[in-house]
């Protein structure tokens, strides 16, 4: 058997030669019998060790970096062809995904991958000064020293970075699934998301913002849009490309929105209450606009959290307002605190999966304890 060691990693190949045990030396790794036999052994074995040399040498031109898995593998012929580069399976991956926007994937996931990779590329030139790495060079280590780089040099939260580090580890799955990798350098990698407190406003809060009129018009439209959305729980992409054929009257005369989310293609239906039927009409009218036109003219998400911002100073909210946090407030003040079944929320909120809605029913529930626990303090003290 022959050991190869690179930086302290190590891998075994069969030389495909035998040997009796009492004609072999451990120490000079080489056979010491007086034959014809035994000479041609060690002169083959010379050979085999100065072709890892070489070829160790070769591989070192195409990479970065080598392992001793990859260099067993170029010896054996095992593939043999082109090495796979992270980067560039990894852009192949997201000219891909772009192709299917609007289809399999929204433009935000894409952008995210995208993003993704632009971090990488930055990471192995400040880490390694390399333009790329090839897939069987990347180790457990790499992908340890990437997380820590998305942490402290990207500013990256807990979550986030792990969010990155599933997209990269797309990349290396498909590898493995090609046979391009023999070993998954994401085994024993944890990359589950910690659950976070969804933020929402109370109903006190949400009447401050109704009933406030901003002297300035744009923040009482984004006002609006708030409202509009805290009353039907539609996110920002939903409510940007609203259209009227997904506009409804049924036989009591009550608009419903009956859509499939941007996000997951799935079916929401929606009643549209006073407030929000209100806000509709305030800004489109209905019976003048073609099916496929969009209802409202919507500024660009990040403005709209920057106004929210200001909204929410002039509203005496210290909560870091969003245009998000009213979709968590329709199912959590709206809907569940009034009583709405949670499967009906969940179908108002085109969620595939009820467990996704149930979250919400976990942050009533600890809004009712902590109440109850209040008011257990004011009678013991009456």
């Not at 859509?259 to 079916?267: A, L, N, V």
Request: glycine share 2%; charged share 25%; net charge positive.
């Amino acid at each position: 058997m022959m050991r190869i060691t690179i930086k302290g990693r190590s891998v075994a190949m069969r030389t495909k030669r035998f040997v009796a045990l009492k004609q072999w030396s451990q120490s000079k790794a080489k056979c010491i019998a007086k034959t014809p036999e035994a000479a041609s052994l060690n002169l083959y074995l010379d050979a085999l060790r100065a072709k890892v040399y070489n070829k160790y040498t070769e591989l070192l031109s195409l990479h970065d970096e080598v392992i001793p898995e990859l260099l067993r593998d170029s010896i054996m012929g095992v593939n043999s062809e082109a090495p796979k580069m992270l980067l560039e399976l990894w852009e192949e991956n997201n000219v891909e995904m772009k192709k299917l926007v609007g289809t399999d994937f929204v433009y935000s996931t894409w952008l995210k991958y995208d993003t993704c990779k632009r971090y990488m590329a930055e990471f192995l030139k400040l880490e390694y000064r390399l333009n790329d790495i090839s897939m069987k060079s990347l180790t457990r280590a790499h992908i340890l020293k990437f997380e820590t780089f998305l942490k402290i040099n990207k500013k990256c939260s807990e979550n986030t970075t792990k969010k990155y580090l599933q997209y990269l580890k797309k990349i290396v799955v498909n590898s493995f699934k090609n046979g391009w990798i023999r070993v998954d350098p994401f085994a024993d990698i944890s990359l589950s998301i910690k659950p976070v407190e969804r933020q929402y406003l109370t109903q006190d809060e949400i009447n401050r913002i109704l009933n406030t009129d901003f002297r300035n018009e744009r923040l009482n439209f984004v006002k609006d849009m708030f409202i509009f959305s805290c009353y039907t729980g539609l996110a920002y992409v939903d409510v940007l490309k609203l259209k009227k054929s997904e506009l409804e009257i049924d036989k009591n005369n009550t608009y419903w929105i009956r859509f499939k989310r941007q996000k997951t293609g799935s079916k929401s239906h929606v009643p549209l209450l006073d407030i929000p039927n209100n806000i509709l009409h305030k800004y489109c009218n209905v019976d003048d606009i073609m099916a496929n036109e969009t209802l409202f003219n919507l500024i660009s998400n990040q403005k709209i959290n920057a106004y929210l911002k200001e909204i929410a100073d002039i509203c005496g909210i210290e909560k870091c307002l969003t245009f998000h946090m009213a979709r968590h407030t329709f199912a959590t003040t709206i809907t569940i605190s009034n009583g709405v079944p949670i499967e009906t929320v969940s179908k108002m909120l085109g969620h595939k999966d009820l467990r996704s809605t149930q979250h919400y029913a976990k942050i009533v529930d600890e809004k009712v304890g902590n109440d109850m626990m209040l008011l257990a303090t004011r009678l013991n003290v009456m």
